[in-house]
């Protein structure tokens, strides 16, 4: 069964600092996503990461893969309160029949 | 805004009753997945439907089931509840069902809250 998991699960950070989310997951996946959820809000995609190696940055926020450690990252610089949000990673599998296993997510708060 | 409508969006309902959840998915994507977030069991999958048929299952209660119809909507139906069912019902679609190539991104609807009292 694959397993994911995400840490820190709480982050408590001061704008302008940088940090990092880490996700290992347990069995070989080609695909990683990170999505960002608002309270009481939807899953909002940020990246979708394919191959070992991949990195990607949108703004503030870096992800990267590495497949052979089954570790993906995402990156925080210079934090900002809009940043606050939960992060989850997600992994791929099931070939044709796809679907994502999620982490438990990171609740991010950005203090002034 | 993704794209994925679901309705209702709050629904409160009592022990033992049986509620049905609707997805209209993105224009042209052929997938459909439920999930359930809670907060003790986090975002779990339930289901996957592509082009009416059910393709995956995932941690899904025997009393939930789901269906996909031809216009391509789905159902997840929720019955006998129990106050542990109170959650946030997350639909999500996608172009295709999965495969060696491709993105396979899911788009997420806003959601249903369910208030099992």
């Not at chain 1, 959820?37 to 070992?52: A, I, M, R, Y």
């Not at chain 2, 993105?26 to 907060?39: P, T």
């Amino acid at each position: 069964e694959l397993k994911v998991e995400q840490n820190p699960l709480f982050l408590s950070m001061q704008e302008g600092k940088n940090y990092t989310i880490y996700c290992n997951y347990s069995t070989t996946s080609d695909r990683l996503y990170w999505y960002r959820q608002d309270p009481g809000k939807s899953l909002e995609s940020l990246f979708v990461l394919l191959s070992n190696g991949a990195v990607k940055q949108e703004g503030r926020l870096m992800a990267s893969l590495d497949t052979k450690a089954r570790l993906s990252t995402l990156h925080i610089t210079a934090a900002v309160h809009d940043l606050s949000a939960t992060y989850f990673c997600a992994v791929g599998s099931g070939g044709s029949n796809y679907k994502l296993t999620f982490g438990k997510g990171t609740l991010l708060t950005v203090n002034p | 805004d993704s794209g994925v409508t679901q309705t209702p969006k709050h629904l409160i309902t009592a022990t033992g009753q049986r509620v049905t959840l609707r997805c209209s998915p993105r224009s042209g994507d052929l997938s459909v997945y439920w999930y359930q977030q809670s907060l003790d069991q986090g975002l779990q999958f339930l289901i996957q439907y592509y082009n009416g048929e059910e393709r995956a299952k995932g941690n899904i209660l025997e009393r939930f089931s789901a269906q996909q119809f031809p216009d391509l909507h789905s159902e997840l139906n929720l019955s006998s509840l129990e106050l542990g069912d109170s959650a946030l019902y997350f639909c999500a679609s996608s172009p295709l069902a999965g495969g060696p190539v491709g993105v396979y991104e899911q788009y997420f609807g806003p959601g249903t809250r369910l208030t099992v009292t």
